[in-house]
């Protein structure tokens, strides 16, 4: 028996108790769970898988999203892997007898050494939980005489997972189980996996208890309610759904009710003599698309029903997911196979033949939650709602990556078609377009590259820019399929494109809808930065139209040709040709690149000002003929200066502000490769610059590990480091200096830093350039730490297909910059 789990074997009979039996795993991964336990004192067990077993910590008040709030967590025998699956009772009259629930569970990722923190007594780690996220801390306190476990302080860091005192707690707005759905009651009344002794169960739940009844008293109330207050009448064949009209700002007030906006298929259950449609906002029946939650609807103990609801598919974050539900469904047409799509029911329409669409929104979700708490949570779910401040609302919402929220009028009566009674208020822009044309992809026959979007407006369609991100190979496949069927002769377009515009696009008619994420609108009126979501079958064509938020004024009217004659200024500076297209495979133009410079100018110029830079230009687009250039050359853009450098005769360039950065994409610059230092200080570096370089057969573990190698090195050196992408195949491992060392010697020492690696571990690195030996190992290149050495800056776009950025891995910025 492995000793690691002797004290855990010990207080257990595992002839009564059903807890899994003791049985270290392999130290294969980085697991983490939470389980609610009611037990003597109802508490929270956090565990997280090391060396083959789960660490555990008796969190007495339950883990807190306040970076204030310090929770007592009381360390307590290791648990084997297998206790992760756990729900249910354990007996009375066994160790910790009472019920448990798996409150949340994921993956965890240590910050440096866990061995070395456990053993320090202060563990560092980040959390990716279907509930839990960013980054926490468990610190070791003193131990007082008479207490026999070790006491920490489980604390969460303050970031953007973080809340505030005065936000809910998330253990009362988040109380169900990640895997049932269930609560500590339902899971108590259940009595699944509970050893029977001949005393019968023992149940210790100090929450409330549900009846055992098939009906409980709240639905026969609610059914009451119904009967004499609802109007009696036949059940619909179907209704016309109410819609949502969409606001830039969220209401708040006591007359409002706030739901989460959820990104599935708007469907409409009708339940009659246990026979069930789902119906599409259109009237569609997709009954045999969603078996499973068709036996959910049947489980109802009623005789017939009308439901409003949303089917949708959770992503590992447990936030809906268009795109998984696309995926699930198997493409266009498809049949939910996997049963992972869930019904969230938000109204109630009809029950036991009385219309209840005159009677004031809380009583129909009181009916309806009554209803439904009777259904299997894996197929049916109420969707609850909030009585709180919308902005609050809107703001977690946002936090946990939803789509949004929808606000309710508490006191309205159901009314089909769009009107003020809903509004949805959206974390990030996303709406149906039509496709009227796409590109073939550059890299791989047979696949989709971007798709050409467009709206209608007042009967006509507008063009709003092609989209290029967003699809797996898969998709990217299945979409070429789908616009070859509808291939047309002409543009189906209202207006007449520019060339740029009409580049390599094959036309389609305007049949096939998609949903599109994006940031905003260009000037001249396309999608900033869209990613595809997945095609929307449930939408017809002709309702794609232009949302614009009702607070906020009306856009003016598109003048793009004359923007075109004169030009677009973004920051100030006159860009010439804005529609051009830099990115043919994505559809980004120079407008577009200058737009969203400027969106993280905070972001991206502390990397840039002050330092000499090495530029790609690229005046075509990235696509055709990029040349570097260092030096002036005639008309150089407001905001790039010349600078004397040391070892060059020639100025090189440099900038000081946004108008500097916009000048750049003006002269058709792609690429920025700054130095790793910066005036007046440029003969000693501020930075130092691992950049590994996976050679063949080196898989992406390979270097994600190589980069978690030297930051454990640099870590055991006093030295923190920081990583991001390159927009290539490969990583850079960024350490931050304080300029008081030269040039000569910081080469020195990462010349001798990555020999050594190379050195330790010969089978996986190499610290030469020859590309002979570098099959299957990274190699550690450290000659960017030289004098006038450059590597391209964060935030950089790379001229390279896919219009790829370098992108720090830990947010906007890193060290003395």
């Excluded at 850079?732 to 008081?740: A, I, R, Y």
């Excluded at 610290?767 to 450059?790: C, E, H, P, W």
Aim: proline content about 5%.
């Amino acid at each position: 028996m492995p000793k690691l789990l002797d004290a855990y074997r010990k207080k257990r009979d595992f002839s009564k108790t059903p807890e899994p039996a003791p049985k270290a795993g392999k130290a294969k991964g980085f697991a983490f769970v939470v389980q609610k336990h009611d037990a003597t004192r109802l508490h929270y067990d956090f565990r997280i898988e090391l060396d083959g077993v789960m660490k555990s910590w008796a969190v007495t008040r339950g883990p807190s999203l306040v970076p204030t709030d310090k929770r007592l967590a009381v360390q307590t025998e290791d648990h084997p892997i297998a206790y992760n699956s756990f729900e249910g009772i354990i007996p009375k009259d066994q160790y910790g007898g009472g019920t448990v629930m798996i409150w949340d569970r994921g993956t965890w990722q240590p910050e440096g050494d866990p061995h070395k923190g456990l053993k320090k007594g202060h563990l560092e780690f980040s959390l990716h939980g279907e509930k839990l996220s960013g980054r926490w801390h468990l610190v070791r306190m003193k131990k007082k005489a008479r207490e026999k476990a070790e006491p920490w302080l489980l604390i969460k860091s303050d970031d953007e997972a973080a809340r505030t005192a005065r936000d809910k707690d998330i253990l009362k707005e988040l109380d169900r189980s990640v895997v049932s759905g269930r609560t500590i009651p339902e899971i108590a009344a259940k009595k699944e996996r509970v050893w029977k002794s001949k005393r019968g169960d023992s149940v210790n739940s100090t929450e409330e208890k549900k009846p055992k009844t098939a009906k409980s008293k709240t639905a026969k109330k609610s059914e009451a309610l119904i009967v004499h207050t609802g109007k009696k009448a036949k059940l619909p064949d179907f209704v016309e759904p109410q819609l949502a009209t969409l606001v830039a700002k969220a209401r708040s007030g006591e007359n409002w009710l706030h739901e989460v906006k959820f990104d599935g298929y708007r469907l409409q259950a009708r339940l009659k003599n246990g026979k069930v449609k789902l119906l599409t906002r259109n009237g569609l029946d997709w009954s045999h698309r969603f078996p499973n939650i068709c036996a959910g609807i049947k489980t109802l103990p009623v005789g017939e029903a009308l439901i409003d609801g949303e089917a949708v598919v959770e992503d590992e974050t447990g936030a809906s997911s268009f795109s998984a539900l696309q995926q699930d469904l198997g493409g266009r047409g498809g049949k939910l196979v996997a049963g992972k799509a869930i019904y969230y029911a938000f109204d109630l329409l009809h029950l036991n033949e009385h219309d209840l669409r005159a009677l004031p929104l809380l009583e129909r979700k009181t009916a309806l939650q009554a209803l439904v708490e009777h259904a299997p949570a894996d197929k049916l779910r109420f969707s609850e709602h909030f009585a709180t401040e919308g902005d609050a609302m809107l703001e977690h919402a946002c936090r946990l990556g939803l789509e949004g929220i929808i606000s309710k009028r508490a006191d309205a009566p159901y009314k089909s078609g769009r009107n003020d009674n809903w509004l949805k208020v959206k974390c990030t822009q996303s709406s149906e377009f039509v496709i009227g044309g796409y590109v073939p992809s550059t890299v791989s026959a047979g696949m989709i590259g971007s798709l050409v979007m467009g709206y209608y407006e007042k009967g006509k369609l507008v063009y709003a820019g092609r989209v290029g991100t967003g699809y797996t190979q898969k998709i990217a496949r299945n979409l070429k399929k789908a616009m070859d069927k509808v291939k047309a002769d002409a543009s189906s377009f209202a207006e007449k494109l520019s060339a740029d515009e009409r580049r390599g696009v094959i036309w389609v008619k305007p049949k096939l809808v998609a949903e599109v994420e994006f940031r905003g609108w260009t000037q001249d009126g396309s999608l900033r930065h869209a990613s595809f979501k997945g095609l929307r079958e449930d939408k017809d064509p002709k309702s794609a139209v232009r949302e614009v938020p009702k607070d906020m004024p009306e856009p003016k009217a598109k003048a793009k040709m004359a923007q075109i004659k004169k030009g677009v200024a973004v920051a100030g500076v006159n860009l010439s040709h804005p529609e051009r297209v830099l990115w043919d495979d994505e559809g980004v133009t120079k407008q577009g690149l200058a737009e969203f410079y400027a969106e993280i100018a905070d972001w991206i110029l502390p990397h840039l000002v002050d330092r000499p830079l090495s530029l790609v230009r690229c005046p075509s687009g990235a696509s055709a003929k990029c040349f570097f250039q260092k030096h002036a050359w005639a008309g150089l853009g407001p905001g790039i200066r010349e600078i004397d450098v040391p070892g060059d005769d020639e100025k090189m360039l440099a900038i000081k502000d946004i108008s500097g950065l916009i000048s750049l994409v003006q002269a058709g610059v792609l690429e920025i490769h700054p130095w790793g230092s910066k005036q007046p200080k440029l003969t000693m570096p501020d930075r130092l610059i691992f950049d590994l370089d996976p050679g063949d057969g080196v898989a992406w573990s390979g270097v994600v590990a190589a980069a978690r190698d030297v930051r454990e090195r640099m870590n055991e050196l006093g030295l923190e480091s920081f990583v991001k992408t390159t927009g290539g195949k490969g990583l850079h491992v960024v350490v931050p200096l304080k300029p008081d060392v030269a040039w000569d010697e910081a080469k020195a020492f990462t010349k001798v830093f990555a020999e050594q690696m190379a050195g330790d571990s010969p089978e996986l690195y190499v610290s030469t350039m020859s590309k002979k030996i570098r099959k299957g190992r990274v190699f550690v290149d450290y000659l960017r730490n030289g004098q006038g050495a450059t590597a391209v800056a964060a935030y950089s776009t790379r001229a390279r297909p896919g219009a790829p950025v370098a992108t720090p891995s830990t947010g906007r910025n890193w060290g003395p910059i």
